[in-house]
């Protein structure tokens, strides 16, 4: 697998280095807005004109955050962004596509202002400095009426008759909390263990001791996975839900993933039961592009290519090293 990027625990920031990221998001913020407004201007020019208010209000946020840290902790600032602290979604660059779906844009957008409000709201019950609590608490407020400024905006620019259906906050929860880390630990699962099985089974010929061997790699896999996924975010900024709950998704997924190609193992007949297995690793495949295709709107060739690419690669290892 490969290795994560080390990251600050949120409980670890100082107040200052709070205020520092709270600036660095709403100058975030605003850059996306601006893109989103330019992106859009052409064929939604009243959804360009929103996007353009919001990253007005954003600017306004940053210039009183700005003077309000100067007054706190002086001129010098420091760099904290939200890719180096523990917790934030990790977001798409949508906004350098073109042309720009109106429905994914206003997606983003509402899961943007969400997770700032959530990081307002937690910074401000977590500090224990009397003055920066109650700044960190008018942040929050300044977030809330932001959010109800947005929706205003909303109802100015954007009239019924040009608005589009959004996504359904219910189906974007179980995106993130089950179907992205499931989805992570079925294609960790189905491909990472090709190696060791086919390897077993070339190296042996024995049908038993390669489904014990494709047993314990999925075993281990998904407990591998299963921690890597809870131990990464525990939810509280990103909205993703309980950690437990995505570790066992990914760790499950993971188990599956590798245990479907060892299961055919069971059939003493060699040649047999490498011919099915390798049937069922192209089904696992198939459905992971699938996945990819219906859920994260992957194109379904994109998706095809990447997963097939990667498992070939990994069988082919596997056979070579076992065939040696």
Do not use: C
Not at 36 to 47: C, K, S, V
Not at 179 to 188: E, R
């Amino acid at each position: 697998m490969a290795s994560r990027p080390i990251r600050k625990d949120f409980s670890d920031l100082s107040e200052r280095e709070l205020l520092a990221l709270a600036i660095s998001l709403e100058e975030e913020d605003a850059r996306i807005y601006d893109e989103f407004a330019e992106g859009l201007r052409e064929t939604f020019p009243d959804t360009a004109q929103m996007f353009n208010g919001m990253a007005d209000e954003e600017s306004q946020h940053r210039h009183r955050l700005l003077t309000l840290y100067r007054e706190k902790f002086g001129e010098r600032i420091p760099l904290i962004r939200r890719q180096d602290v523990r917790g934030f979604v990790e977001r798409q660059p949508v906004w350098l596509a073109r042309p720009l779906g109106l429905d994914k844009v206003r997606e983003q957008a509402e899961l943007m202002e969400a997770e700032t409000k959530r990081f307002y709201a937690r910074a401000a019950r977590r500090s224990r400095d009397a003055s920066v609590r109650q700044l960190l608490g008018d942040l929050a407020a300044e977030e809330r009426r932001h959010e109800a400024k947005a929706e205003a905006l909303e109802e100015k620019f954007i009239p019924p008759d040009v608005r589009k259906s959004e996504h359904d906050a219910e189906r974007r929860l179980f995106l993130l909390q089950v179907v992205q880390p499931g989805l992570a630990g079925l294609m960790d699962g189905s491909v990472s263990t090709l190696a060791p099985l086919f390897a077993a089974a070339f190296a042996t010929h024995d049908t038993w001791e390669t489904f014990l061997v494709g047993l314990a790699a999925a075993i281990g896999a998904g407990i591998s996975m299963g921690f890597a996924e809870g131990l990464s975010d525990d939810g509280s900024l990103t909205g993703r839900g309980s950690p437990w709950l995505r570790g066992m998704a990914s760790g499950v997924m993971t188990t599956i993933g590798g245990v479907g190609h060892a299961l055919p193992y069971l059939i003493p007949d060699f040649r047999l039961a490498t011919t099915i297995a390798v049937a069922v690793v192209a089904v696992e495949l198939a459905a992971i592009a699938w996945i990819r295709n219906r859920y994260m709107e992957t194109p379904f060739w994109s998706a095809s290519l990447q997963v097939v690419l990667g498992g070939l690669l990994v069988f082919a290892a596997g056979i070579l090293i076992g065939s040696a």
